[in-house]
Every structure is written in structure tokens, then in C-alpha cells.
Nanobody, 128 residues
Framework: QVQLVESGGGSVQTGGSLRLSCTASGRTSNRYAMGWFRQAPGKEREFVAALRWTGGYTYYADSVKGRFTISGDNAKNTVYLHMNSLKPEDTAVYYC?????????????????????WGQGTQVTVSS
């Protein structure tokens, strides 16, 4: 069993920045990738970014590319999402997820169904 805990959410104005963190505990030996998804009111959960530990590959949704950066510290079992130039449309609950599967296809980690463990979510609110 893997437990994920997110932190770092909050309220900022348009153009502001936040850094989210997610720490995994429990059985973490089979973590091959971690990702961030978000869900806004009335919207479906959508992919934001992912990191594959092996090789350090990162993947981003087009909507956040160039503004968000995902990074991780494997020794600390922690992944981060550094968000810059925030927009009101970034307002959502952000969820951290962990996948026990290795894939050489980056698009594999775009899908929530390929992640087996999820955090409780942290609210990000961007006001204009």
C-alpha cells in the first residue's frame, strides 16, 4: 500500500506562483512514475504533468507547458509541481498520483486510469 499526501495549495492572484509537493509513504519500491491531475468544479479530472523516475522524463499537458514544472527527489519519495504565471482557469483541486508501471510511452501517463494510488487533493484558487 502506498499513501500520498499533497501540500502547498492556496489562493493567489493571476500571475502568481505556487509550489505543490507530494510525499509517498508505505510501500514505495515499485513507484515508476508520479503525476499531477486536477479537477475543477463541473469539469472532468484532467492530466497536468507526470514524471517517470527512470530516466527522469517529464510530461506536460499543453495547457500548462512552459508555466508548470514537475520535479522529484526519489530519495525523499517526493514529487513537486512548481506553478508559475497562474491563471484563473488553473483553479482546481490538484491530485497527486503514483503508478506502479513502467512505460516507454509518455502518453501512457496522461491517463488517470494508469495510476493506482491517489492523494487527498489540495485546492488551488487563482483570482483575477
Amino acid at each position: 500500500q502506498v499513501q500520498l499526501v499533497e501540500s502547498g495549495g492556496g489562493s493567489v492572484q493571476t500571475g502568481g506562483s505556487l509550489r505543490l509537493s507530494c510525499t509517498a509513504s508505505g510501500r514505495t519500491s515499485n513507484r515508476y512514475a508520479m503525476g499531477w491531475f486536477r479537477q475543477a468544479p463541473g469539469k472532468e479530472r484532467e492530466f497536468v504533468a507526470a514524471l517517470r523516475w527512470t530516466g527522469g522524463y517529464t510530461y506536460y499537458a499543453d495547457s500548462v507547458k512552459g508555466r508548470f514544472t514537475i520535479s522529484g527527489d526519489n530519495a525523499k519519495n517526493t514529487v513537486y509541481l512548481h506553478m508559475n504565471s497562474l491563471k484563473p482557469e488553473d483553479t482546481a483541486v490538484y491530485y497527486c498520483a503514483s503508478s506502479a508501471y513502467y512505460s516507454e510511452s509518455g502518453t501512457y501517463y496522461y491517463y488517470a486510469g494508469n495510476f493506482g494510488y491517489w492523494g487527498q487533493g489540495t485546492q488551488v484558487t487563482v483570482s483575477s
